[in-house]
């Protein structure tokens, strides 16, 4: 015979309809140091590895730590460094940063069911993908 406890708090936090019709955005930010800086013009090097990323991404625009917007002028040699312009000048110690968003959408969730006593491995959703309820 199973004896009931108390219920115990798991987890809390809000909830939002999982509507497909809400954009969703997941956002990672790329980084590089510029090595070589005269005044608003910054070589950055560590944010890509060849020269074809440089291109692709040539486009989006660039900021830095402590506030400066730019964008890629052109790619330097073959491993990943470009030359950036800034609207400011830029120091040494400055990061430079890419953010680079992409759309999630939301999981479709089906009900979780403990496996019943004396099963194994039972998963609780029937071979059709409908949810077994047990009264």
């Known amino acids: 015979m199973r004896t009931r406890t108390a219920p115990q708090l798991v987890a809390m936090g809000t909830f939002f309809n ?44 660039l900021h830095t730590k402590h506030g400066r917007s730019g964008h890629v002028r052109e790619s330097l040699g073959t491993h990943g460094y470009f030359k950036a312009y800034f609207d400011g000048p830029v120091t040494q110690m400055d990061t430079v940063c890419m953010a680079l968003y992409k759309r999630v959408y939301p999981r479709w969730s089906a009900l979780w069911r403990a496996p019943a006593e004396g099963k194994e491995g039972g998963s609780g959703v029937d071979v059709n993908g409908d949810v077994m309820m047990q009264d």
Do not use: C, E, W
């Open 18 to 61: 999982p509507d497909t019709t809400r954009v969703i955005a997941k956002r990672i930010v790329l980084s590089g140091h510029p090595f070589r800086v005269h005044r608003k013009t910054a070589s950055v090097r560590y944010m890509f590895f060849d020269a074809d990323d440089v291109a692709f991404f040539k486009p989006v625009q």
